[in-house]
DNA sequence: TATCCTTACGGAATTCGTAAGCATG
DNA sequence: CATGCTTACGAATTCCGTAAGGATA
């Protein structure tokens, strides 16, 4: 058994079982890839994969026991890769952190600008997409922190960190009669709206709150972030429902906005790390930044206890 | 990085640093050893041990991080090759038991009977050791299953599930004084005694009794087992005090027993496993047949929750 | 027929054990 | 001076990539 051999394995679980794309990811050869996966189905006295023909269609059942194993010996060789670099150059190496657009484009810039300057031979990665995407790519081990509100709590292999409280607000350009008189979800109901796509920035408290209420919204248009919602909104095609982070009356010079937590509720954005990471004191560094309330203890204990 | 490296510094952790010893556990030159453990450090970056001037002495800070991935890495491992010999050959293979003294001679036995009887291929090894002993032989992944009532519930890395509870009883020969009348803490303390080691059998509890009580009761001999207690009861040396269990008014015709749970409390047997080992399926099976209210599911449960 | 996996083969790199060297208690 | 780690070296093994073969959509 050897590591490459376990590599081979997970890249082709992860690659729907196509060895030359596999050959390509590890940089060898596609036999070689075959080959390493079939010493460790010899060595293990299982079939992993299932064949149809000679092409690999999909996991035995043995696999799919399989392949967790497999999967945590090499998040562990990972850690063990991670802490020698923790030690021996204690503040270079790199972050990765993947973040919603909200997140990326409203929350992260200053904790971002306070890492760059306190660990300038860290090289930062910040990668965008979808509360999903920011999961998949924790799990993946592409990404050593997540920052997001939706969906991130429902994964298992994740731990979720609360870092702040924040509300959506009504936005609307200036003048428009809906920031006159009281905000109720009745008003908003009959003007034309405009806010995030499903699965994005808290749009489900947004459609719960119309259903409880037992009101239709219409959403004319659903975009992925802020900055398009308020581009519509400028144009005159409907109110605007964003996070407040995203309004800023500095900037949005031809809008006004409203705080609509009342209506909505609050929303608690989360930060993400997979469970059983080794994080490096700079990652640490950074999650306090950007949370104050947390520390590296609170981390590591929402880590230990599952 | 590959897993003899890793092998090789777990070990040297374990014996004490001893490089020449850790080649003989790993049938391979020492030459060789020292070389792995170099290689590993290289590669990381770090140095694990501390060497005074050619000798191994002890871990590093460094190597005080890494060693946990390391074990953790070789758990997989060795999950992964008890995986494949599940499905390969679902019903041979090894398990391994350790216990104490009482649980091995009066508990195990008749789970012991049925699982050779439904397993007849699987090599069932018996260990005995005091509970700390049988604590760390799960951690070492020398033993599966670990039967003690003692120290168990203790250790971080194991997880304990209770599987029956059972009193002590008072043992003396028969027409003995104390076995007439009212059985009370201050007639016990008035005799001397014959019981468990500390550290033994619900030794704890009753040394609490008799504290609690403000009682000092005198232990004249102190004993890992109930069968030496039980002979030197027998021989008049005084009162014994033994697991309920331990006593069979069949076979030890020359003495008689009291339920004595009224005065010492009830103890719970716990059975331990290490916390995130891959169970073969015969495991599961003496589990459920040891403590009937277990089952696999109660298994994974109680180790999924930390 | 294009894609994709397996088998075959030969050169290169790695691995490992023996023997010798050296430091320490 | 016995124990224990390191270095040196050569043989054996393993590893891996190229090239050819065969199956499937």
Redesign the pocket.
């Known amino acids: 058994m050897?590591f490459?051999q376990l590599r081979s394995v997970r890249e082709?679980a992860r690659r729907g079982?196509?060895?030359?794309?596999?050959?390509n990811t590890l940089?060898?050869?596609?036999?070689?890839?075959?080959?390493?996966?079939?010493?460790l189905e010899d060595e293990l006295g299982i079939e992993i994969?299932v064949?149809?023909?000679?092409?690999?269609?999909g996991l035995t059942p043995p696999g799919g026991t399989v392949l967790p194993i497999i999967e945590s010996i090499l998040q562990g060789a990972g850690n063990l890769q991670r802490a020698g670099r923790e030690f021996a150059r204690q503040d270079t190496g790199t972050l990765s952190i993947a973040a919603t657009h909200s997140q990326a484009r409203y929350a992260l810039p200053p904790a971002v600008q306070e890492f760059r300057q306190r660990f300038p031979e860290v090289q930062l990665r910040l990668h965008q997409g979808s509360p999903r995407q920011v999961a998949e790519m924790l799990l993946s081990g592409e990404a050593d922190i997540g920052i997001a509100t939706e969906a991130i709590e429902q994964y298992d292999g994740l731990v979720a960190l609360p870092c702040y409280r924040w509300t959506h607000c009504v936005v609307a350009p200036a003048g428009h009669p809906v920031l006159e008189g009281p905000l109720t979800l009745e008003r908003l109901a009959r003007e034309p709206l405009i806010t995030y796509d499903h699965g994005f920035t808290g749009r489900r408290r947004i459609d719960a709150a119309f259903e409880d209420a037992g009101l239709a919204a219409q959403v004319v248009l659903a975009a992925m972030d802020a900055d398009v919602i308020k581009a519509y909104v400028e144009l005159g095609m409907g109110v605007g429902l964003v996070a407040s982070i995203a309004f800023d009356p500095e900037r949005d010079l031809a809008l006004r906005g409203v705080d609509a937590g009342a209506l909505f509720g609050i929303n608690v954005t989360q930060l993400a790390i997979k469970r059983g990471s080794f994080l490096r004191g700079y990652t640490y560094a950074f999650i306090e930044s950007f949370a104050p309330g947390l520390d590296a203890q609170a981390v590591d204990r929402a880590m230990a206890d599952a």
């Open positions: 050897n490459q082709a079982f196509n060895l030359t794309e596999v050959a940089h060898t050869s596609q036999p070689g890839v075959s080959r390493q996966i079939r010493e994969f064949r149809a023909g000679k092409r690999l269609t």
